[in-house]
């Protein structure tokens, strides 16, 4: 129950803190001149988004098998991505959307999922000897 209750509280704070930063007035974010690094940042966010709403979700739906769990993981970071681009556009006035950004949260995404499953069969493995 406390793990749970952890995992919850660290998913929704990660969500908070990347829903800010997404929206934060970008003439007040220190900018770092490394070509596409925002990229990188964004893939980061959506990997520890997706990492932590599954082990949420993992310790909340015990009976579930990890492959639901991780396809509502992975598609809620999906859809969430573009919900913030969609604000970015339609909500500030130093944002807009950027199709990249969307391609960069589905790579932090994806490389979440296929590192649970990797850690998975490993951790399966490693009983087995």
Do not use: C
């Amino acid at each position: 129950m406390v793990r749970r209750t952890i995992f919850l509280y660290s998913a929704i704070f990660w969500t908070g803190i990347i829903l800010f930063l997404s929206l934060e007035n970008a003439n007040e974010i220190k900018q770092i001149e490394i070509p596409n690094f925002d990229k990188l940042i964004h893939a980061v966010f959506h990997f520890v988004f997706t990492t932590l709403w599954f082990l949420y979700l993992k310790k909340k739906l015990v009976t579930i098998t990890n492959f639901p769990l991780l396809s509502f993981a992975l598609m809620g970071s999906f859809f969430f991505g573009i919900a913030i681009e969609l604000m970015q556009q339609y909500f500030t006035t130093t944002r807009s959307a950027d199709v990249l950004d969307v391609l960069a949260n589905l790579f932090g995404a994806s490389l979440a999922v296929i590192s649970i499953i990797l850690l998975n069969n490993y951790n399966r493995f490693i009983d087995k000897i």
